[in-house]
């Protein structure tokens, strides 16, 4: 049964001149649903019916989520249900009552996170259910039912719309405001939807829910985490995009319109459910590369802090001016502008469960170049050894921008923190700075792509205890920088020994030893080295695996070659700029990588196949034995004792190399495994439900499945001869074919 109301004051407050002789008898319902046209979901919802004289009705939605309001004063109406939220659900608790940007939660809010969408793609409905009967059906959002509005989404598009008219028609309502020289009256808000008199409403609630990329917690390596974490980083490029754009604020209220941008990614496009891909402006959009997404409750995304100069003066209100903040500064770092910045870029958000950190790498900007070659060494002064000036320089400024965001909201998520290129290197030293940082215990993980050494051995040996996954492109130069000529202290070059296999199946290939640095330790990297290897075949196919070699022939000789310069080597086509700056970018090189890698293993996972087949187990594992050959014949060749004296140290590396070798053709045996689903998913293959949810959305969009060169096997047949010369271009078995392995970084 509809409940009947009647006004909670016969004399209303009233901020203007009362219609003479105004009459009552007028009755009027409304019915808010979900999506699917149930009214349960907001059944016993605390509601509020102002009539055109500023009378107030109050009441509750019955089970049906229905009210009625009789006797009213002529005209329009208006509905709110802005009543706090005071269960004690903990995150709504925590929200509510947080020191920084507590929101403002209302019941409504919680029950509207409860409903679902009705299309996936959050879509608004075009024939609901709940369309007939009625006499005014209309589509709304929680926003236009509350009155604090600053944190929930923008409006969405809709087909039917409220009566908007209705709150132009109402008078302006009067509140009293004591100012320093007395009382004041000033002009409210209005807020609300509006309802036409004598008629029955059906008000469709649009769910409040939003899409997060789904990122694993766990600090094993999974391929979800190194595809994802390839996005966010190539992100960490785009300005923020808030609208205005300026400091400070002086609007009532910012925007986030621009794509691509982060403030538009994580404060406009996923809080509305649209799910969105273009992470850089240049980016084909006949292959487009889309995150794994999950649907959340709108309080559990990936937050960017609401901005309200009334409900928070004291951080929001412009005139604090250089001390004012809003989503731009709280959520992106941008130093360029600043005198004696370091030109460091990066953006940071958060959720219940993890902390997002993205640190922008080399861009256009000279200071970046600047950085990039300050190979100067200098303490690490939060831990142990040398650091790289430059990039520590930029760590401790992200450093300043993070520990203020995380001083606001840590509640012990776990910190993931990516960076590219040189944001891959301040994200090292940042991500150690924040491990050591006295009085926090920080959870910490690292994923970082393209990174260039950041520092030396003793503070690699000290960093021993943080999670770092490093990737590496085939022909990416900048991971073998800085060399001891980029240092800006007295180097030299060691013995430089270059032996060439020109006539192995890698092409050719170069290993460099002796390089050294006379004044302090040599630069070294940290964390566990992910390598993505290129197989190239004569047909002009090409896979892609990722694997850990062991070995300085192919971790090195890439970059060495193109730093090095040495005469009468012969070229190759790996160090042609096009080449290597093409595999050392995010769009161009490493986000393929990364999506090729996930379907690989989510084939070798879903297909029970090997992630590296037979095949080509049998072709990379045959090339380094060739390598493994010539550096047995290279030692075993007689030298003049007076050469082997002047070159002790390269031969001795060459001696050890060839160890390496071996232990990188066993570290790639262990791929012949098939892939489990946490070696796919991480920490998400323990939750089949969501896991299963989020791949039905990622694969409806036809361009996640599609067929990919990078990301595909060969068959696994040993023995056709057929098969086998048509995947290396028609060559017979056991003649010589080209697998491009002496490419690879």
């Not at 879509?123 to 007939?132: D, I, L």
């Not at 808030?242 to 941008?261: C, G, L, N, R, Y």
């Amino acid at each position: 049964m509809i409940p009947k109301l009647i006004p909670e004051q016969d004399t209303p407050f009233m901020g203007g001149d009362i219609h003479a002789c105004p009459k009552r008898g007028h009755s009027t319902s409304f019915q808010l649903v979900d999506e699917l046209g149930d009214g349960k979901p907001y059944a016993g919802l605390a509601f509020e019916i102002t009539d055109y004289e500023d009378n107030v009705y109050t009441g509750r939605l019955d089970s049906t989520g229905s009210g009625k309001v009789d006797n009213h004063y002529r005209g329009a109406l208006i509905l709110t249900l802005s009543k706090p939220y005071q269960g004690g659900d903990e995150p709504y608790r925590d929200l509510r009552k947080r020191l920084h940007y507590p929101l403002p939660i209302t019941e409504l809010q919680v029950r509207a996170e409860k409903t679902r969408f009705f299309d996936k793609s959050g879509a608004r409905t075009r024939n609901s259910h709940a369309k007939e009967p009625t006499d005014f059906y209309c589509q709304v959002e929680v926003s236009e039912l509350v009155e604090q509005v600053a944190h929930l989404p923008p409006l969405s598009k809709r087909n039917f719309e409220p009566a908007n008219h209705v709150l132009l028609m109402m008078r302006q309502q009067s509140t009293c405001a004591r100012g320093e020289s007395g009382t004041d009256m000033k002009t409210a808000r209005r807020f609300g939807v509006g309802l036409l008199p004598n008629r029955h409403h059906v008000l469709e609630v649009r769910p409040l829910r939003s899409l997060r990329p789904v990122l694993s917690t766990a600090n094993e390596f999974c391929a979800l985490n190194l595809y994802q974490l390839a996005l966010m980083s190539t992100l960490s490029y785009t300005p923020f995009g808030q609208d205005p754009d300026e400091q400070p604020v002086t609007s009532m209220k910012v925007a986030f319109p621009t794509k691509p941008t982060s403030g538009n990614w994580f404060g406009d496009a996923l809080a509305t459910g649209e799910e969105i891909w273009q992470v850089d402006a240049g980016q084909n959009t006949e292959k487009p590369f889309y995150p794994l997404y999950e649907d959340v409750p709108y309080s559990k995304r990936l937050e960017i802090i609401p901005f309200d100069p009334e409900y928070y003066p004291q951080v929001n209100d412009p005139g604090i001016e250089d001390r004012q903040e809003n989503p731009a500064n709280v959520h992106f770092l941008d130093d360029s502008k600043k005198k004696g910045g370091t030109d460091t870029q990066a953006f940071i958000t958060h959720h219940d469960e993890l902390f997002l950190i993205a640190i922008r790498g080399t861009n256009d900007h000279p200071w970046d170049l600047l950085r990039d070659i300050d190979a100067h060494q200098v303490p690490f002064i939060e831990g142990v050894g040398q650091a790289h000036r430059g990039f520590y320089q930029a760590a401790k400024v992200a450093y300043d921008f993070t520990t203020k965001y995380l001083d606001k909201f840590h509640s012990n998520q776990k910190l993931i923190i990516t960076g590219h290129s040189l944001g891959g290197a301040i994200a090292l030293l940042l991500a150690e700075m924040l491990r050591r940082r006295p009085g926090f215990s920080y959870d910490i993980l690292l994923y970082t792509y393209g990174a260039p050494r950041a520092a030396d051995q003793t503070f690699v040996d000290g960093a021993s205890a943080l999670t770092h996954h490093r990737m590496v492109n085939h022909n990416d130069p900048i991971p073998s920088v800085p060399g001891t000529q980029m240092d800006t202290k007295p180097a030299v070059m060691g013995a430089g020994l270059a032996v060439g296999f020109a006539n192995a199946p890698l092409g050719v290939s170069v290993f460099f030893a002796g390089v050294s640095n006379l004044s302090g330790e040599a630069f070294a990297h940290h964390g566990e080295l992910h390598h993505f290897m290129p197989v190239r075949f004569e047909n002009g196919d090409q896979a892609s695996i990722l694997w850990q070699p062991g070995c300085e022939s192919i971790n090195q000789r890439a970059c060495n070659e193109l730093l090095q310069q040495k005469n009468g080597l012969p070229k190759h086509r790996a160090f042609e700029p096009s080449v290597y700056i093409l595999n050392h970018l995010m769009v161009g090189g490493y986000i393929p990588s990364s999506w090729a890698t996930l379907r690989r293993w989510q084939e070798s996972h879903e297909y029970k196949r090997p992630i590296v087949t037979s095949r080509e187990f049998k072709w990379v594992s045959d090339a380094i034995q060739s390598m493994i050959n010539q550096l047995e014949k290279s030692s075993r060749e007689t030298r003049p004792d007076a050469y082997r004296r002047a070159h002790q140290g390269a031969i001795d590396a060459i001696i050890a190399e060839k160890g390496n070798l071996q232990i990188t053709r066993d570290r790639l045996a262990t791929l012949r495994k098939v892939a489990s689903s946490a070696d796919v998913y991480g920490l998400l293959a323990t939750n089949p439900q969501l896991l299963a949810d989020t791949l039905n959305r990622w694969k409806e969009n036809l361009a996640n499945t599609a067929a990919e060169q990078l990301a595909r096997t060969p068959p696994a047949v040993e023995d056709n001869e057929q098969v086998i010369a048509a995947l290396t271009g028609g060559h017979a078995v056991g003649t010589p074919f080209h697998l491009d392995i002496d490419s690879i970084m």
